[in-house]
C-alpha cells in the first residue's frame, strides 16, 4: 500500500481540530493543583514586578527633584524587593512546571505505547515503523513544552497584559491609549497568517516522519545494504529527504518570522509614538517620570505580545504533532474483547473451523469456506503453496485478525466470544520471525512465563537441543544478546523462541515455519524432543520440510484458500494428489 512507503506523506487535517486539545487538557488536569501553584507564584510575582516602572516614576518625579536622599533610599530598596520576589516566584514556578511537564510527557508516552501493543497487526503491516516510533519519542517530546509552559505562560501574559493596562492607565490614559493601539492591526495580521502556518508545520511533521522512517528502515537493513553495495544509492535518498524536510522547516521558519517581525515592528512604531506623544504633542508636557514609566509599561506591554506571538508558534507546531499522536490513539484496537466476552475456562485443545472466510483486504478472499476439526492432543500439519492460506489458518485460532464469515472454536467456545487473554494464554505460538529481545538469554526463554524457574528453564532447553549451544557461551543462560539478538546465529535464535513457546505449557501450540533455519543434524534431534513435547497437546504445524511432519497425525494440504486434501501422511501418499505430488518433487530435490 502506498502509505507503507517512508516517502509518502501522511494526510493532512484542514480544519483545525479542537477535539485534539480537549484529550491533551485531560493530561493537564491531572496536574492542575501544580499547575495553579504555578500560575499564582507567576502572577503574584508579574504584578509586583509591574509596580516597578511607578516607583521610578516617583522617584523622578519627586524624591530627585526635592533632593530627598533618604526617601529615594527606601524607593530604591523596595525596588530590589519587588525584583527579587519577581525573579524568585518564576524560578519557584519552573521548577514546578518543568516537573508537571515530565509527568505529563510520561503519562502521553505510556498511553501511547499501551495502545500500541493492542493495535492488529494489520496496523503495523501498513505502516512503516519508523514513522510509528517518532510519534512515541520526538513528537510527545516536542509537545511536552507546550502542555506546561506554553499554556501557563500563555495565560501569564494575558494576565500581564491587563495588568499593564491597568496601571498605564492609572498613569497616563492618553498615553496608554497609544500604546494599545496597535494591537488590533496585529491581531488582524495573525488571523491572515495563521492557515499558512498551521499547514507549513504539518509538512515539517511529514518530512520528519519520513526521515526517521527511512533511517530505521536503512539501519535494520544495513546488511542487505552492504551485500549489495548501495551505500551511495541510499545516500543520495537521505540527501533527498534531509533536502525535502530542510525546505519545509525553512518555510515555516520564514512564516513564522513574519509574525514575530511584524510584533516587533509594531511595537517599536508603538514605542516611538509613546515618546513623540509625551514629548511634543501634549501641552503641557508630560513630566520626565510619566514619560519613563510610560515608555516602560511600553516596552513591558509589548513584551507579552512578542512573547504570545512566540507561544502561539510553538502551539501551531505542537498541534502539528499532537494531530500525530491522537490520530495514532485513535485508531482502533480492532482485535479487542468483545462487550460480555467470557472467559476461555481450561481448555483440551478441540479446535473447530466452520465455513470460515476471511482476506486482509476488502474483496480479496484468503480463506474460501475453510472446514475442520481437531481433536484433542491430534497434531495437524498444514501444507502447500506459498500465499496459500497456511499462516492465515493459525493466525485465526490464535485470533490475530478478526473472522468475517464463519466460526473459529476451541471446545466450543467461539474465539471472537472469549477473551483474548483467557484464550492466547492457553495457546503457544511460534512464528516465522524467531524475534529475540535485547537482554540475557533467560529472560527471552521466561518472556512467555514469568514465574519459570531457572531449572524449567534449562529442562526445556535440553529437550530442544538449545542448551548445548547456550552452555558454551560466556555467561550461560545469564550471556546478554543483543537488539534483536545480534550476536546469534538465526538457528540459535529460532531455538530460543522454541524454547520460550513451549515453556509456557499450552494446550494448543501453533509451530509456524518453527525449524526453518535450524540445521538437519539438529532438526532430527529436535524432533525428538518436539515429539515428547507434542504429547497430550493439539499442534499445528506449518513445516517446509515434509519429512518433518510425517509423524502427524493428519496432514491438509490447502491452495487457493480450500483445504484440497486431509489424510495421513500414508493415505495422502496412496491417494497420489497434491500432497503426493509435493512431497515427491521435495524428494527428489533432496536425492539430487
Known amino acids: 500500500m502506498a502509505r507503507n512507503r517512508f516517502d509518502v ?11 485534539n486539545l480537549k484529550k ?28 516597578g516602572p511607578m516607583i521610578i516614576q516617583y522617584a523622578m518625579d519627586y524624591s530627585i527633584p526635592e533632593k530627598n536622599l533618604n526617601q529615594l533610599f527606601q524607593l530604591a530598596i523596595l525596588l530590589g524587593i519587588t525584583i527579587l520576589i519577581n525573579v524568585g516566584f518564576n524560578a519557584i514556578r519552573k521548577v514546578i512546571v518543568a516537573q508537571a511537564a515530565q509527568s505529563m510527557v510520561h503519562d502521553i508516552r505510556r498511553d501511547l505505547f ?14 512503516p515503523h519508523g514513522k510509528i516510533l517518532v510519534r512515541i519519542v520526538h513528537y510527545v517530546n516536542s509537545v511536552s513544552d507546550v502542555l506546561s509552559n506554553g499554556l501557563l505562560d500563555f495565560i501569564i501574559e494575558i494576565i500581564n497584559i491587563i ?15 497609544i500604546t494599545v493601539a496597535g494591537l488590533p492591526v496585529l491581531i488582524v495580521f495573525v488571523l491572515i497568517i495563521k492557515p499558512r502556518q498551521r499547514r507549513a508545520y504539518q509538512q515539517v511533521s511529514n518530512k520528519n516522519s519520513n526521515l526517521n522512517a527511512y533511517v530505521q528502515e536503512s539501519i535494520e537493513g544495513v546488511r542487505v545494504t552492504q551485500a549489495f553495495n548501495r551505500q551511495e544509492e541510499n545516500l543520495k535518498i537521505l540527501d533527498r529527504l534531509i533536502d525535502e524536510r530542510y525546505r519545509a522547516w525553512m518555510r515555516t521558519v520564514y512564516i513564522s518570522n513574519s509574525v514575530w517581525f511584524s510584533t516587533e515592528t509594531i511595537s517599536q512604531i508603538v514605542f516611538s509614538l509613546v515618546y513623540i506623544a509625551g514629548a511634543y504633542w501634549f501641552d503641557p508636557m508630560v513630566s520626565f517620570g510619566v514619560l519613563l514609566a510610560m515608555g516602560t509599561y511600553a516596552s513591558k506591554f509589548w513584551q507579552p505580545i512578542v512573547n504570545l506571538a512566540n507561544i502561539y508558534n510553538k502551539f501551531i507546531d505542537a498541534m502539528a504533532y499532537l494531530e ?12 479487542e474483547d468483545r462487550p460480555g466476552a467470557h472467559e476461555l475456562p481450561p481448555i483440551v485443545g478441540s479446535v473447530r473451523f466452520d465455513h470460515v472466510n476471511f482476506g486482509y483486504e476488502p474483496g480479496q478472499k484468503i480463506l474460501r469456506d475453510v472446514s475442520f ?16 492460506g497456511k499462516t492465515t489458518i493459525v493466525n485465526l485460532i490464535s485470533r490475530f485478525y478478526n473472522i468475517e464469515e464463519g466460526t473459529v472454536s476451541i471446545d466450543g467456545h467461539s474465539v ?5 487473554h483467557s484464550l492466547r494464554s492457553q495457546m503457544g505460538i511460534m512464528l516465522q520471525d524467531s524475534f529475540v529481545f535485547s537482554g540475557t538469554i533467560a529472560d527471552n526463554i521466561r518472556y512467555g512465563r514469568l514465574d519459570a524457574s531457572n531449572e524449567d528453564i534449562v529442562r526445556v532447553s535440553k529437550l530442544l537441543c538449545a542448551d548445548e549451544f547456550i552452555s558454551k557461551l560466556p555467561h550461560g543462560y545469564e550471556t546478554i544478546v543483543k537488539e534483536r539478538g545480534g550476536g546469534l546465529s538465526q538457528g540459535q535464535k529460532q531455538l530460543i523462541a522454541f524454547a520460550r513457546t513451549l515453556l509456557a505449557d499450552p494446550k494448543i501450540l501453533v509451530l509456524d515455519e518453527a525449524t526453518s533455519s535450524i540445521d538437519t543434524s539438529t532438526e532430527q534431534l529436535l524432533q525428538r524432543g518436539i515429539n515428547l513435547l507434542l504429547e497430550g497437546r493439539t499442534s499445528f504445524i506449518i513445516a517446509h520440510r515434509l519429512s518433518t511432519i510425517k509423524s502427524c497425525t493428519r496432514i491438509m494440504y490447502v491452495d487457493g484458500g480450500q483445504i484440497k486434501e486431509s489424510g495421513s501422511h500414508e493415505e495422502l501418499m496412496a491417494k497420489k494428489g497434491y500432497y503426493y505430488d509435493l512431497y515427491m518433487a521435495q524428494y527428489r530435490k533432496d536425492e539430487t
Do not use: C
Open 163 to 177: 495588568f499593564i493596562i491597568i496601571f498605564m492607565y492609572q498613569v497616563s490614559p492618553p498615553l496608554a491609549s
Open 24 to 51: 491533551v487538557m485531560v493530561y493537564v488536569f491531572r496536574y492542575k493543583g501544580r499547575m495553579l501553584s504555578a500560575l499564582l507564584l507567576s502572577g503574584i510575582g508579574s504584578i509586583v514586578g509591574l509596580t
Open 324 to 335: 500525530r499522536i491522537f490520530e495514532t490513539m485513535n485508531e482502533p484496537p480492532v482485535i
Open 9 to 19: 506523506d501522511e494526510t493532512l487535517e484542514e480544519p483545525l481540530n479542537f477535539k
Open 114 to 127: 499501551e495502545h500500541l501493543q493492542v493495535l492488529p497487526f494489520s496496523y503495523y503491516d501498513n505502516r
Open 373 to 388: 476439526s481437531a481433536a484433542p492432543g491430534e497434531s495437524i500439519a498444514i501444507v502447500g503453496p506459498t500465499g496459500a
Open 416 to 420: 471472537m466470544d472469549v477473551t483474548l
